[in-house]
């Protein structure tokens, strides 16, 4: 199972919860999963959210592998000037 | 609109264009002689981009109409290398890295070359003095400075 | 990818060439947004708003369609409406029913300076009459210009249906307040109940402008069966032709964008402005048309950054350990919502190693241009509030401020309040490189201040493409996507390609591709050109070179494991008993033809693992006690870069990035007038540093290099930019002994701080 942590803003489309445990094997299945979880979030995916797994930060890499121990980070995508 | 004739030197060139009263030397470079080596960042006179020598005098060409250059001569950057050879301060500026993107540096390089002909032997303060009327935005003018000093050196022979 | 190469092999990447693009910049050759004709064009002009906010009744373009020589007008009604719809492009999210509203007003008008129409006509005077004959009827509305007067209930709304996202439970009633936002890590209030010393202070900063010295320009051609072609000074023609084609429900094989030289972006150009107005005015008169923007138009109605109000509550134990951090930050986005208060929120406080965070930030609408991204977009502005508050907590520690830094230093492992661990970071080198520098011990004199800060931002990956093309001769040709914003990546990214093929730099050509000859890029923006296009063309030499070895395999017979890559020659492996005569790059290129074809490699990648960065900065400044006159003495910046490619133009990122923080510190800002109208739309008015103004900027390349890229890459171009504002600050307080917390400390603001000051 992956540790699954939401940044804080992300609390209010879950319902408050930021820490889960997923069976994930990358990051489309972690989305698909965490959609079905919190339909509100789910809108936001894909287009406003970045991945960090075991502290490398993923953008727009749906099929970016998930080990199963792997501590996984949401928080908003970044870009810059 | 009516356009006036107008008969001028450019870089050593005789050359005749057609402007409307209220057109500028820079839209005459630009627009009728296809000289676009001469930038507008402005239009105002503030930035230095639209530098030329007009009569040997260093002026924005934004602030100059275009009829008033009938009979006159005018160096642009396109007249600064003179055949193979680049101008040592162009050369110095690819040296020193002096440019990013570039689009104030022909107005930098003829307002730095105006500078050395007035002054051979500037100091570090008189170079930004001299160069603070061309804004730029990509560099902090750091390698400007050392590349002008460079090329004065080089131009001494010192 | 990571095989990374050691520094000891290098020959190539850490040199200092001449760039390929210097000769076409020295001889006014370089051809730029506004240089570039088509026969036969228009010239296109935009009608724009006089007022801050007004409803558009109605828009009566016959008169101006009657006059002579006029050839077509659009207004709101050539372009369709637009449902609400995200697309990443730059710094935040962009709504596409925002952007066309943007381009070009609807219902109403929300800033001075908004599109309302605009001409296609044969000269610029007869475009400019046009203009003139253009009636609009306006429903003047009141305005609101203030952030923090646009968060008031009461304030005058610009978005009737905009309620504020972020908030639960839902509110009932419309704000400006777009977003609430909220990052939060540990307990704060335990956390400053610890604390023996407690800072807290509020900060404002002006909107300022990403200042480039080339105005938007660009020239559209559009055919009779829908073809378009389109030249444009951008940062990205890829997110151009998107949302061109989006924007006009266009196929997006049917717009071809050609990037022309740019002068100077720094965010500014990441979003389209005249491009689709353009088009549609090609598509109308059946010619080119070309649209050049003037200052006063890039001043009104482009860029701006937001200006931010930022509240900063910092406490601390007696030894020097920060308990607990929070800081509200309230943006300026401008008339459509989009500040970068995510991003400044996220980097904040990530410098530093806390347990108890609380980040809340407010993206709010006003009656000012939308704003745009700007070299690093909002962390200047979150960290001069937090760099200002740390600096005065070190001074009531009386801890040195590096000390103070490195006792509470964010470390690789370290835990962001925002989501990932640290990687591999370089922050605290660099501060310990400032510690050790001259200059952090030279003696002041008097009136004169010293200031430290420092910066952290993310930088990006993305999707990139390249192709590098072995020409018969065994000579280069590297087509990038990623453009050169002109920081000289395209330099850098040639020498890593010549460095990979062991061949000399001289002998590859970069050029930039447009829209028709590569993959998808991603906008040049996130300090993501090196990077990014860096890690592709690596990918795509190598490429070629897997391609190059299974021909010389071929052409000598030989297995391909036997053959590997050396010094600019297919040769026998080390160790292996398979001999054969190596080939170089150029015998290979000339057989080529004759054995299967012309050889290249390609990379289509989404680039990942981007390095980030941090920078430490050093000012000394004068204060003139009569006039409120700031002047800078000395600067340095130091940065950890990865790895430097090119050392003289990283210096130069640095060196820019500092003069941009330093008119943002002491001069820029956007003045309006009670009627909402922008005052100062000039260089003359808007005053951006001068060489005059500044002193020669020290750099010092700190390298720590990221271990996911095949050199060490971190991206270095927007770090620069956001420590000066606070190092200013600090400097200046030093000097006077009173904490300034508003910019710019230009010299009345200055001036009336020194005479407010209490006996």
Known sequence: MARISLSSGLALYTGGETAIELEVGNVRQLFAALGERYPELASRLETEIAVAIDGEIYQDALLQKIAGASEVFLFPKIAGG | MARHHVRATVNGDAVEFLCETGQTLLEALRDELRLTGTKEGCGTGDCGACSVMLDGRLVCSCLVLGVEAEGRSIETIEGMAVGEALHPLQQKFLEHAALQCGICTPGILIAARALLERNPDPTEAEVRDGLAGNLCRCTGYHKIVEAVLAAAREMRGA | MSSAIGTEDLKIVGSRPLRPDGVDKVTG?????????????????????????????????????????????????????????????????????????????????????????????????????????????????????????????????????????????????????????????????????????????????????????????????????????????TQGHFMFRAQCAKLLQMEVSRIRVTPTEIGGGFGGKNNIYNEPLAIVLSRKSHRPVKMVMSREEVFRATGPTSGGNVKVRLGATKDGRITAAFAELNFQAGAYPGSSVAPASMCAFTRYDLDNVRVIGHDVTCNRPKVAAYRAPGAPIAAFAVESAIDELAGKLAIDPIEFRLKNAAREGTQTYYGPKLGTIGYVETLEAARAHPHYRAPLGPDQGRGVATGFWFNIGGETSATVNINEDGTVALMHGTLDVAGGSRAAMAMMVAEELGIPFEQVRPIVGDTAVLGFNFITAGSRGTFAGGMACVTAARQAIDRLRTRVAAIREVPVEAVIWKDGQARPAEGSAIRFEPMSLAQIARLAGKTGGTIAGHAEINAQGAGPGFGTHIVDVAVDRETGAIRVLRYTAVQDVGRAIHPAYVEGQLQGGVAQGIGWALNEEYVYGADGVLQNPGFLDYRIPVASDLPYIDTVLVEVPNPNHPYGVRGCGEVPIIAPLAAIANAVSHALGIRLCDLPLSPPRVARAIADRPA
């Open chain 3, 29 to 233: 050759r370089a051809r730029y947004g506004a240089d570039v004709s088509l026969p036969g064009q228009l010239i296109g002009k935009v009608l724009r708003s006089p007022h801050p906010h007004a409803r558009i009744l109605a828009i009566d373009t016959s008169l101006a369609l009657a006059l002579p020589g006029v050839k077509a007008v659009v207004t709101r009604d050539d372009f369709p409406d637009m449902p609400d719809e995200y697309a990443a492009a730059g710094e935040l999210t962009i709504n596409y029913r925002d952007v066309t509203r943007n381009m070009m007003a609807r219902e109403k008008v929300l800033y001075d300076g908004h599109p309302v129409a605009a001409v296609a006509a044969i000269s610029e005077s007869v475009a400019r009459e046009a203009l003139k004959l253009i009636k609009v009827d306006y429903q003047v509305l009141p305005h609101v210009i203030d952030v923090r007067e646009a968060m008031r209930p009461d304030a005058p709304l610009l978005h009737e249906a905009q309620y504020t996202e972020g908030v639960s439970p839902k509110p009932d009633k419309p704000s400006n307040i777009a977003k609430r936002l909220e990052f939060s890590r540990g307990d704060v209030a335990a956390g400053f109940a610890r604390a023996e010393v407690i800072v807290e202070r509020e900060f404002n900063t002006q909107p300022v402008h990403q200042g480039y010295i080339e105005p938007q320009a660009c020239l559209a051609s559009t055919t009779e069966d829908g073809q378009v072609e389109l030249w444009t000074s």
